[in-house]
């Protein structure tokens, strides 16, 4: 396969013996040591706070308005008039008074505590991250270990050739950089494998980061409440009201026909039978 | 971790008694703690049983959520003894301030008949310490229903579920307080926020049609509203809830009063309905099977010759 | 008044519902595993190794229907998340991508 007219490279065994191997099961290992540290963390320090009665009514009211948004249809229509009266009625709906619940940005201002404990949480995930990586470029750096099984564009030398900087080499070799990093994201799926529910995912904190903004230093969690209201309002506006019994007269009529006509059956409610777990 | 798993470990306990080892018992009262039931002398007996025998084998989370929990069911089938040693113990841990302990105190008081005890006990607590504590104002609701203080309550409650809006199990009492008070249409409302929590679960159907049934009206549009969640109980249930079926029957027999709302549809739903009943009276309880059938003539929904033979059609 | 669907047809148990998201995701990811590894082992190169991966998510589709009793409905709440909710996903990709290259380099690249 040396496309682009280019020789293929020969790898030396002992990269492989000495740099492969060894960087492979010391990042897997050194993933499960964070997995469990992770665990402990969380598990031993559930978050607490001061309870601010006004704020949280607020979220049990956004909360209960996207109740009303899923399962309105189970609603008479007067009593789905009421309830929207309620949320969204000039000058007395919930969503048109002012939220008490500041904006994350405010909450950060005031508050050192919230500082703190976001600023433990980020380093929480960045301390293990930066000392592997630390790790394996102080040991692994600047080898060229092994090559990707299939052909990439030439855009993608800088993801896979990090440390080495050689211009004329087939763009599917990778360093031993680029490997921890695929080696970082790609055990996500394995890990998951192995403790389901309670991994550590990395790319998810890493995406939350990003949609932050700011230089992943952007407060976790809520947008700004008073938009989170207006937002919720025009949903509350929009919102395509059917009742689902409409017509249910007849459906009641066509299923005692069928326990008449046949051998009463016992039957319950349609659920989601559970699937066995693999 | 499943209820079937909860009985098997109950046999396990029972049939051994006294002898019971620490694992079984530690494994019962977490899973009775996780399932949420309801199984309080032989929490309170087993329970008992695990804090005097193998007190030190618990970590202190556990003894403390064990003790609290064993303390409630002791207080649940009063046995007042034993509820007065673990309440104090935790007192004596968590002096005054907790909530948890408040709400113990409140509730050994309450069960003991000394409401007034009870009464000042929350009150310094609550307004003082800690105004805004689900445990205790769900607390302060049920001392006023024990004083049959139904109005209080239910003022209470209001004002609970106005900050807890979400806490179905709120409104489900709410809607009970009142129904008791007689006042319909706010029970209504309880109700259909029950079934927007819960629109899979058939009582609140049936329960929602009855309110909306006997608050009734002239012009019928409540008891066509009803008929309408009755028949959506009866196609969720597969015609199995009975309950639903003499609603229906109910529905009927109250529109044909009223005129311009009955359509020929309609008229068979009941008619359905009774025939449905009369079967399944006929299959399990054939001895009440005449009453029902004069109760569904005098509705006007059946005559007497269709009974006998749906009657015999299920005896061959 | 036209037919509709029958009023229970919606009502799932979140739990279950979560329940069965997470066994499927078992399957995907255990699956891209194996076809990554194999497919490193069997010394695939190029896009070739990709249709590899098509064709055992497409299997392991057709294995959950046939477990599901020809009624996906049953279990999952639509049947394209069914299909290709995860075979999309980053990290069956990635595991599958990851196990594909070190296998390879494993075997044939020393």
Redesign the interface.
């Known amino acids: 396969m040396s496309s682009q007219g280019q020789m293929d490279l020969v790898l030396d065994r002992d990269v492989r013996d000495w740099v492969l191997v060894p960087l492979t099961i010391s990042i897997f290992l050194m993933m499960l040591i964070r997995q469990y540290v992770t665990q402990v963390f969380l598990s031993s320090n559930p978050s607490g706070g001061v309870f601010n009665p006004k704020e949280f009514r607020e979220k049990q009211i956004m909360a209960r308005a996207g109740l009303l948004k899923q399962t309105c249809g189970y609603l008479s229509d007067s009593a789905f008039k009421a309830r929207k009266a309620f949320f969204i009625a000039k000058d007395t709906g919930a969503f048109h008074k002012k939220p008490e619940q500041k904006s994350a940005q405010d909450q950060l201002m005031n508050n050192p505590d919230v500082m703190t404990d976001m600023m433990k949480k980020n380093l929480g995930g960045l301390v293990p991250q930066l000392a592997m990586g630390g790790f394996v470029s102080y040991f692994f750096s600047g080898f060229i270990m092994g090559r990707i099984p299939f052909p990439l564009s030439p855009s993608f030398r800088i993801m896979l050739q990090r440390g080495v900087d050689l211009p004329s080499l087939d763009v599917t070799y990778f360093t031993s950089l680029s490997y921890y990093i695929l080696l970082l994201f790609g055990l996500n799926g394995t890990f998951r494998l192995i403790f389901r529910e309670n991994t550590v995912d990395e790319s998810q904190m890493m995406r939350q980061q990003m949609a932050m903004g700011g230089g992943g230093m952007g407060p976790m969690g809520a947008p700004d409440p008073a938009k989170a209201f207006e937002a919720e309002r025009h949903a509350l506006e929009m919102l395509d009201y059917k009742w689902k019994l409409d017509g249910i007269e007849q459906q009641a009529a066509a299923v005692m026909q069928q326990q008449l006509g046949g051998q009463p059956k016992h039957q319950t409610p349609r659920k989601s039978p559970r699937l066995k777990s693999a | 971790m499943t209820l079937q798993h909860l009985e098997d470990i109950r046999e396990i306990i029972q049939a051994r008694g006294q002898r019971a080892s620490f694992e079984d018992l530690q494994t019962y009262l977490r899973l009775v703690r996780e399932l949420k039931v309801r199984d309080s002398e032989v929490v309170a007996e087993y329970g008992v049983l695990l804090l005097r025998k193998f007190k030190k084998q618990l970590s202190t989370e556990e003894e403390l959520l064990t003790t609290e929990q064993v303390a409630t069911a002791a207080i649940d089938c009063k046995a007042f003894d034993a509820a007065f040693l673990l309440v104090t113990a935790l007192r004596k841990r968590f002096p005054s301030s907790s909530q948890r302990t408040t709400r113990l105190v409140e509730m050994y008081f309450e069960a003991k008949g000394q409401l007034e005890k009870a009464r000042d006990n929350y009150i310094t607590n609550t307004l003082d310490v800690s105004p805004d504590s689900q445990y205790l104002l769900k607390r302060q609701v049920a001392l006023e229903k024990t004083q049959d203080n139904i109005q209080g309550a239910i003022d209470l409650l209001c004002k609970y579920v106005d900050l807890f809006m979400m806490d179905r199990e709120a409104w489900e009492e709410l809607g009970e307080l009142y129904l008791q008070a007689q006042m319909f249409s706010q029970a209504a409302h309880c109700y259909e926020e029950l079934l927007l929590h819960q629109a899979h679960h058939i009582p609140y159907h049936v329960q929602y049609a009855d309110i909306l049934y006997t608050i009734g009206g002239s012009n019928g549009n409540n008891f066509r509203t009803a008929r309408s969640y009755y028949a959506a109980a009866v196609q969720l249930s597969k015609g199995t809830n009975v309950r639903a079926l003499y609603g229906l029957c109910a529905c009927s027999a109250q529109l044909s009063g009223i005129k311009g709302s009955v359509g020929k549809d309609q008229e068979e739903l009941g008619r359905k309905a009774a025939e449905l009943l009369q079967k399944l009276y006929a299959a399990r309880s054939p001895d009440k099977l005449k009453m029902v059938t004069e109760l569904l003539k005098a509705q006007g929904l059946t005559s007497g010759a269709s009974t006998s033979k749906a009657g015999t059609v299920l005896l061959e | ?2 037919p ?1 669907k ?4 919606d ?3 979140p739990t ?2 979560r ?2 998201a ?2 499927i ?3 995907r ?2 699956g ?2 194996v076809a990554g590894l194999s497919v ?1 082992i069997l010394g ?4 070739i ?2 249709l590899y991966y098509a064709v055992v998510h497409a299997l392991i589709s057709g294995l959950v229907i046939l ?2 009793g020809h009624n996906p409905q ?3 709440q639509s049947r394209s998340s069914l299909f290709l909710g995860d075979v999309f996903s ?3 990709l ?2 599958f ?6 296998s ?3 075997v044939h ?2």
């Open positions: 008044m036209a509709q029958p009023l229970g047809s009502f799932y148990l279950s519902l329940n069965n997470d066994v995701n078992f399957l990811t255990s891209s595993l490193g695939v190169t190029g896009w190794g990709f477990k599901a049953q279990y999952f980053q990290t069956s990635l595991t991508i990851l196990f594909w290259t070190v390879h380099n494993f690249l020393f």
